[in-house]
């Protein structure tokens, strides 16, 4: 067992055993606990959840959208913290927000056509700004805006019409209602101590939820962020999840409970989540918890920001978006990749160009992505792979080795390329284990993929 050491996370987490089914290129990963109090009543996942969560691993990409009236400050949707200034100012902004360019049909065909399975939007992030009718609070898109359109009523009914998931983001924090106990951000909104009452707070979450998983059909994951918030309490905080969780599970069997909190799962959620970073990795300080054996999801940043940034251009090129995603793939993760439409409605134009090829991408090599699992072994300098039944895909990213060493551990029959189907010369590895390819002169793509078809 080895201790986080990163501040962040030695604060979020505590330690504890490291998972023994964690694949081996987690072995530097840590199991680490979020604190809360174990289960009353054992979780026993219904059956469709069960389906859910397989046809959650099936689906391979998703797309994060970080929207809200942040957006029109044009600083990303921390802004109100990060400014310091009071939320009643804040509020004003709703006054003016009116996306006149908006269109729900348009972004699902955008993010459809990028190949992605479903979409992710923000509900209602830290800034306790709703994008929902809700009866709940008046600050809400429909009533505190001179748009009054319920967004998130008018993506759910395009969703289903074009055929693609819905996921539904929720903040347990909130920087504007007094009501909610304030925690290490969000100190400088001018909340008034004198009238927290987490009782009332968790009460008006669990109306909001249950609004949000009557109002809107099928809802694929309701996908919470913000337990981190709490981390540095003496006392751990008890955010009374498991009658919240029990509450999503009763209204929707089927729909997945996430949450962001970076560490190792707690009973009753059905999917593990990471941020910035790839399972089993920890590059962006944000994800040291163990793998577990739940379907994972990972999100990422187009550029460098979630909600719109006027100023952050600093976008991933499409290999390199690509390769996330297989990448990403080849531990059994999910790739949630985030766009923030700006004040008018839009996804900013470099989001959309690189939705597009992505989807271009994946018309031809979406076999080797969707319906797989973790391919036999961990990254290797090369690439990954992703497996799909006796099928064994492997995606060389480096195209600079004629040969390379894939240490399968299943018996290889016979491998060709892919695109092609040309034959691959393979030979077995006495020593190693496993097989050598011998790739000759290897075409500079994106992702060369081989087939290996094994026992
Ligand atoms: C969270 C959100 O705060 C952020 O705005 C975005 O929605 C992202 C997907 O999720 O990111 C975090 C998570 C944890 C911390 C900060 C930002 N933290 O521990 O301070």
Redesign the pocket.
């Known amino acids: 067992m080895k201790k986080v050491t990163l501040g962040?996370l030695a604060l979020?987490c505590l330690g504890g055993i490291a998972s023994a089914d964690a694949p081996k290129d987690a072995a530097e990963q840590v199991t680490t606990s979020a604190r809360q109090p174990a289960r009353k009543v054992p979780y026993i996942p219904a059956p469709e959840n069960l389906q859910a969560r397989e046809k959650f691993a099936d689906d391979a990409f998703g797309v994060?959208i970080?929207w809200g009236i942040y957006s029109m400050f044009g600083q990303g949707?921390?802004y109100l913290q990060n400014c310091g200034m009071p939320a009643t100012e804040y509020a004003k902004a709703a006054d003016g927000f009116y996306p006149s360019k908006f269109d729900a049909a348009e972004w699902v065909a955008a993010i459809k056509d990028a190949g992605a399975k479903y979409i992710t939007i923000?509900t209602r992030?830290?800034d306790g700004f709703s994008m929902f009718k809700t009866k709940e609070s008046p600050y809400n898109i429909v009533e505190a805006t001179p748009f009054g359109r319920d967004i998130i009523g008018e993506l759910a009914d395009e969703c289903r019409k074009q055929g693609i998931g819905l996921n539904l983001?929720y903040s347990h924090i909130d920087w504007t209602r007094d009501d909610y106990p304030t925690g290490r951000?969000g100190q400088k909104t001018g909340k008034d101590p004198q009238k927290e009452d987490w009782a009332g707070y968790y009460k008006f979450m669990n109306n909001q939820l249950t609004e949000l998983l009557t109002n809107y059909g099928p809802v694929g994951a309701i996908w919470f962020?913000?337990l981190?918030d709490h981390?540095q309490d003496s006392i751990p905080f008890d955010w009374q999840l498991e009658e919240q969780y029990d509450l999503i599970h009763k209204l929707q069997p089927a729909t997945l409970v996430a949450n962001?909190h970076?560490c190792e799962p707690i009973e009753g959620e059905d999917i593990q989540l990471f941020?910035r970073d790839l399972p089993g990795e920890n590059k962006a300080g944000?994800s040291g918890q163990a793998v577990s054996q739940l379907s994972l999801e990972t999100?990422q940043t187009m550029n460098g920001s979630?909600?719109y940034r006027a100023i952050d251009q600093n976008y991933k090129d499409t290999p390199t978006l690509i390769r996330l995603l297989v990448g990403a793939a080849g531990k059994g993760a999910n790739l949630l990749l985030?766009v923030g439409p700006q004040p008018s409605g839009e996804i900013p134009a470099k989001a959309r160009e690189h939705l597009k090829e992505m989807g271009q991408w994946l018309r031809a090599n979406g076999e080797t992505v969707y319906g797989t699992r973790r391919g036999d072994f961990p990254a290797q300098e090369w690439g990954t792979s992703t497996r799909k039944g006796n099928k064994l895909f492997v995606h060389v990213f480096d195209s600079s080795n004629p040969t390379i060493h894939v240490p399968t551990p299943r018996k290889v029959k016979s491998a060709k390329e892919f695109a092609t189907g040309k034959k691959v010369k393979f030979t077995r590895d006495k020593k190693r284990g496993g097989v050598t390819l011998t790739l000759g002169q290897v075409p500079d793509t994106i992702d060369y993929i081989v087939e290996l078809i094994t026992d």
């Open positions: 962040l979020s994060f970080h949707e921390w923000t992030h830290h983001y951000t962020d913000g981190w981390d962001n970076h941020e944000l999100c979630w909600g985030n």
